[in-house]
């Protein structure tokens, strides 16, 4: 059944005729990728000016699902390299499952806010000022599961259990504190360096030994149409040009 | 399966359905009986919450209802609190996002009464509150059903918004729906079976109560003219 | 002013008609007022505007003194604040309620074993009894009429407004509601404004007669007076004035009048209005035949005429004549009989001079 | 603003709504018309899609239309292809899931249509379907109407089904709420805003345009009896 | 068999009465039968089961020996094949049509010019014109009423059935249309079922007669037949007989029969029937009124009375007579002065022995 589908073109729909001139990738990729990737993209499009290159940002979980399914993706970025790694144990993955960054979380608060994580760390949110804070949900959000981690081992999670409001991932987790809302949250990094979030909050980095590792891995599928631009684009991401953006958006990388 | 969870769906569709049927009723008799000129332009805002994304919807209604928002500033202080992650936030939402579920069966149904009944009424001396009740209602009983059931349905089975303006607070703001939506993400499958299948089990016997029940004596489908 | 019922209004229909209606009706406790008039005449629209149901453009409705609705005060009383009991022409029963619950509708503010007796008197006097737990799409037309008029009686109104009440039942059944609903007036002391298309009934039912015609009142007045008096055509045609023609007055005298009508002359007593050109009208009831050689009678109009159609009516016969112009007589079965009355058979008719009706004709 | 995102969004509306229209309709009319003693059940049963979470639906649904499911299955074999991540599998996905908001409006707008008047019809000759078009579809205008507008509402903004089966590929399958949805999870308000307002401005126009036009000549409002 | 509609049915209202109705009727081109009955009889029930509208539990209809029903052989045509001409008595106009478009509706078959051609003749006919446009809520009740006929006449049908096609019109338009209608289905040749409450529509308007009785068809023959002949009470009542007396058959010879009644003894025909126990029916404008010294006439029975009262209707006058037992007679208003008749007044009636009709009495 699984042969089945390799030779399935779900890609049917594919408009022009001309496409197999064309050198295609789709990229689906974790949300906290975003502004990371974009920037490795407009990298990547140079070298290809011929390629039609898209990505689809969205939840790790769903990607599984889907690419399980027979989603037309060509590679995969999780947030999370157990989701790559069960899709390579059901035979679906070309080659290895690879890591590309750690992810990173932080304590955000809105600039007017008079919690002083900078100063204090997590104890800030002890303070009565932080009524909500919210994270991910660590059921099913790698972010939302650090972030539980970081509470636990600094030693505030009974204190602020009952405070804890869970978003559905870690961009909702952000517009709960953004909003005004929540009054505290823990974030990825690479979202509290986006622009939109930089600008209007304070953060406090939460030491890489606080929580588990959170390696995001990913992996080239067998169904990608044009494999040899795959492979390309995962030596780019892994390369120094992809490390470096990687570095600047706060992915730590995965060899450190 | 998530018992809490479940009970707190039924809570929140149960609430929903109550104020849209309070709130509902007299904007669709509006909505049937005026003659204001301008009236189809209220008929299709009442449809719009439909057209956004609920969670853009949601986000828009944290950003309204939170501390920094203008109800939101209103609300906290006139009652010490805030509308978001609290249950009645979730109700708010819910009946602004399912008002046009209530809203448009309401209409179509409350328009299809016959004028000379409430005439009729008028004239034996009941009041035009009470011709409402004693026949308007009844005589549009099978729409007014249709937008519960889907107030209902949908109140149940939304999550975008609640979870925006819900906070997945166990046992407080963590629906039915959100409790399976996070089973699922967490690839546990199994547990999110269980949960859909209780919600859908119970839905199902609640519907099918509800048609079962409706008592069809006065429907449209007569023996005879 | 206090015992009437003043109406004074105009109801415009966009797309349609206009309907004016000027009239001053004795209003007492028990009187009936009959609406009469041809399909369209706007019976309806009057009787909706009484009942605060449409709002005339123009005008006022004064009930016993009571400004129910005056455009030009802007006063206007609403329905149920007028507690008229109004039998819709094509019923309007509520249809999700059983016969019972129908009439008990209006009844909210009596003790419930009050609401009971008086429904369960009104199902005895309509013949309803049996009926009460069905819904009206269970019951035959006839029953929803009497249903719909139950309803209409059982909030004991101050004024009964019935749009052909009657109209679907059979005759011996409506004979006999038309009595008791007559006693049962008087009895309530309700005044009554009534529509029907049945001259019996309105003989029978009636104490004023307002007669309408294209959205307009033609006549008012104690029923015998309109019926006898008829003040313009159509009036005559609807009182049931079967022949009508025109007439030129030739002489005034001593109280009658000689007008000329096609080969003849005839003698009618002396008309109040003024101008030669009339209608002569004449009831066929009031045309007696005879055999030509039979003797004369004090009759003042006597003419020669020859059958032409017969037509059985119960217990009349409609007898078609040719006396150089058309003529109708109405006989009874035995003087068919006695006159061998047949197609073609030569006759005398005559009628006397008050049986002439003489209206203006323009 | 993302034009190729709206677009499709409303093909996909359009094809919803007027999908249903052809399968709601008789659905709807057997419903309104049907004796049968189990019917409350399929009355039950059509309005169950609405009661789970969008994606959770979604997510069933992909499994069900995916090649390794029963449907996909078959459909793979006969067709060649699959229909997940397609519009084909969009517009099942919508269909499916919209499926009460048409059938819920269109069942009790045509259970209020007088029989009298099919009667009436049927002894002028006119046969059961053209008296259908002819007298039981002008008499429930406004109730289809109110369907329509829920389903085609509804469609624009549902996005946890569409993304779930659709998988959000940019000019295939990604619709007008997904993008706004992405907007907002990318933080980039103003985008999502902007896309958000002509999907609203758009829709209010088209729903203001339906009930404007709507011709009220047989409305249920006359001045008269 | 060939031009005859032969109906037996039985048809069960859940929670109702039951309506049979055995019948057979000549059904030849332009043949019209009236349904006579009281309301709540059953006459809309057969109609809408001739209409294929109810389906009967047990029986069969055949219409010029075709079946178009039969539940013994599981035939049931439907409406669509029947092709009647039905009017229903609530009308069931369609109200989001104007009228011309509810005429027009059921000749979608026909070129368009045809179509307008017979909705505008119809519109003629019936005195519609200028109301084409409008919608049935824009109508008065009479003018919804002939709309309505002129829908059921314009399919041409095979088989007309009427629900008192008339009743909501004015009598002048009443007898008007009468005779157009008359005329038309004479033109058209289409066999007619007409359900109507007013007598002399039953007369003037039908050849056939079927009286039909709580859910029971009592009596079927020629209008004439039925009227003259009723065969039991409650045809005698429906037909206008008013006086119903409980008598005994003492002797019969010659032809003749001699009843006894209260303290009377009457002279009538000889009964077909056997049995002693009779009722004696007697209808009021058989019944002639005289001075009692007046001479003697040929009348067989003459009984002294008392006048008991007097009722005014049109041009007859009803008299209530007490004579040892209620007599009512039925005299026109010339006699009503002749012998100046009053409440009290002591009278001779006399009545001849076949105005006498005796009815069995069980
Ligand atoms: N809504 C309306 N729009 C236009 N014309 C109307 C409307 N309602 C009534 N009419 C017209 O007004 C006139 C009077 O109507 P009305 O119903 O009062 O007549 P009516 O005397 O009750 O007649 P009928 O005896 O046939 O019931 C009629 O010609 C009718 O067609
Ligand atoms: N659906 C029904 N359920 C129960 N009883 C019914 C139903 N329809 C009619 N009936 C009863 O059947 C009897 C015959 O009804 P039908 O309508 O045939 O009378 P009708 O002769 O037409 O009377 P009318 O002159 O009043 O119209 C009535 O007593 C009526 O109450
Ligand atoms: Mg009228
Ligand atoms: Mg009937």
């Given at each position: 059944r699984v042969g089945l589908r390799e030779n399935g073109t779900v890609a049917s729909s594919t408009p022009s005729a001309g496409a197999e001139q064309q050198r295609t990738l789709t990229i689906a990729a974790a949300s906290d990728l975003k502004f990371a990737l974009d920037e490795v993209l407009v990298r990547f499009r140079a070298k290809h000016p011929g390629a039609d290159i898209q990505v689809t940002y969205g939840s790790s979980g769903n990607f599984l699902a889907q690419i399980g399914n027979g989603a037309p993706f060509d590679v995969f970025l999780s947030a999370d390299v157990a989701y790559p790694r069960e899709l390579a144990a059901q035979g679906l993955v070309a080659g290895e499952v690879f890591l590309y960054a750690v992810g990173r979380i932080v304590v955000w608060v809105p600039r007017d806010s008079p919690l002083s994580v900078e100063q204090r760390g997590m104890e800030a949110l002890r303070e009565p000022a932080a009524r909500r804070i919210a994270i991910a949900n660590p059921q099913h959000a790698p972010y939302g599961r650090a972030a539980e981690a970081a509470l636990k081992s600094q030693g505030v999670y009974d204190t602020v259990k009952e405070k804890l409001v869970l978003g559905e991932n870690i961009a909702q987790t952000a517009q709960f504190v953004q909003s005004g809302a929540a009054d505290a949250g823990i974030i990825a990094l690479a979202l509290a360096l986006a622009p939109a979030m930089r600008e209007q909050g304070h953060a406090w980095v939460v030491p890489l030994d606080a929580y588990p590792r959170m390696e995001q891995g990913g992996a080239i599928l067998k169904r990608a149409k044009d494999e040899a631009l795959a492979r390309e684009f995962r030596d780019h991401l892994l390369g120094p040009e992809g490390t470096a953006v990687l570095d600047r958006y706060g992915f730590s990388l995965p060899k450190e | 399966m998530d018992r809490a969870a479940i009970l707190l769906s039924l809570r929140l569709a149960a609430w929903t359905t109550l104020l849209l049927l309070m709130l509902g009723l007299p904007l669709s008799w509006w909505l049937a009986t005026s003659?204001?000129?301008?009236k189809f332009l209220v008929e299709a805002v009442v449809s719009l919450p439909l057209v956004l994304p609920p969670t853009v919807l949601g986000f828009y209604l944290l950003l309204a209802l939170g501390p920094r928002g203008p109800l939101g500033g209103a609300f906290e202080s006139l009652f010490g609190s805030t509308l978001p992650f609290s249950f009645g936030g979730l109700l708010v939402a819910s009946v602004l996002y399912s008002l046009p579920f209530s809203v448009q069966p309401f209409t179509a149904a409350l328009a299809g009464v016959d004028r000379r009944l409430l005439e009729a009424s008028w004239c034996l001396g009941v009041s035009r509150f009470q011709t409402f009740l004693r026949v308007v209602l009844p005589l549009s009983a099978t729409g007014i059903l249709s937008g519960m059931v889907l107030t209902f349905a949908h109140t149940l089975g939304e999550f975008g918004v609640v979870l925006m303006v819900g906070g997945n607070l166990e046992g407080r703001t963590r629906t039915a729906s959100i409790s399976i939506y996070d089973a699922v993400q967490a690839l546990d499958y199994a547990s999110a079976g269980r949960t859909a299948l209780v919600l859908l089990v119970f839905s199902f016997l609640v519907l099918a109560l509800t048609y079962g029940l409706q008592r069809r004596v006065w429907a449209s489908w007569p023996t005879r003219s | 002013m206090a015992d009437t019922l003043v109406v004074d209004l105009e109801k415009r229909f966009h797309g349609g008609p206009t309907v004016r209606a000027t009239l001053e009706l004795p209003a007492t406790p028990g009187r009936v007022a009959v609406l009469f008039g041809p399909s369209g005449a706007g019976k309806t629209t009057v009787l909706r505007c009484l009942a605060g149901l449409d709002q005339p453009e123009h005008g006022r409705v004064l009930f016993h003194g009571e400004p129910w609705c005056d455009t030009s005060a802007r006063i206007f009383l609403p329905p149920q604040r007028r507690r008229v009991g109004l039998l819709f022409q094509d019923y309007a029963l509520f249809p999700h309620l059983t016969a019972e619950q129908n009439v008990q509708y209006g009844l909210g503010a009596l003790p419930a074993d009050e609401r009971r007796e008086r429904s369960r008197s009104l199902f005895a006097l309509l013949h309803l009894e049996g009926l009460e737990g069905r819904r009206p799409r269970e019951l035959s037309g006839g029953q929803q009429q009497r249903v719909a008029l139950a309803r209409a009686l059982a909030i004991r109104p101050r004024l009964l407004l019935l749009d052909e009440p009657l109209s679907a039942l059979d005759a011996p059944s409506r004979e006999h509601l038309r009595g008791e609903l007559r006693r049962l007036l008087r009895e309530l002391g309700v005044p009554t404004v009534v529509v029907t298309h049945d001259r019996l009934e309105a003989l029978a039912l009636g104490d004023d007669l307002v007669a309408m015609e294209g959205g307009r009142v033609c006549q008012v007045g104690p029923v015998a007076d309109v019926f006898n008096h008829p003040a313009e055509l159509a009036v005559a045609r609807m009182t049931g004035i079967e022949t009508v023609l025109p007439g030129t007055v030739l002489k005034r005298e001593a109280g009658l009048a000689t007008v000329e009508v096609g080969p003849h002359h005839l003698v009618a007593l002396e008309p109040a209005h003024e101008g030669s050109a009339v209608f002569v009208c004449l009831r066929a009831e009031d045309v007696t035949l005879g055999l030509p050689e039979a003797a004369p009678t004090s009759a003042r109009n006597r003419l020669p005429c020859k059958v032409v159609s017969l037509a059985h009516e119960g217990a009349l016969v409609r007898v078609g004549l040719d006396a150089g112009f058309p003529l109708v007589a109405r006989v009874t079965r035995f003087s068919t009989e006695e006159l061998g009355l047949a197609e073609g058979r030569a006759l005398t008719a005559t009628f006397k001079a008050p049986a002439v009706r003489l209206v203006p004709r323009p």
């Open positions: - | 003659r204001w000129r301008w | -």
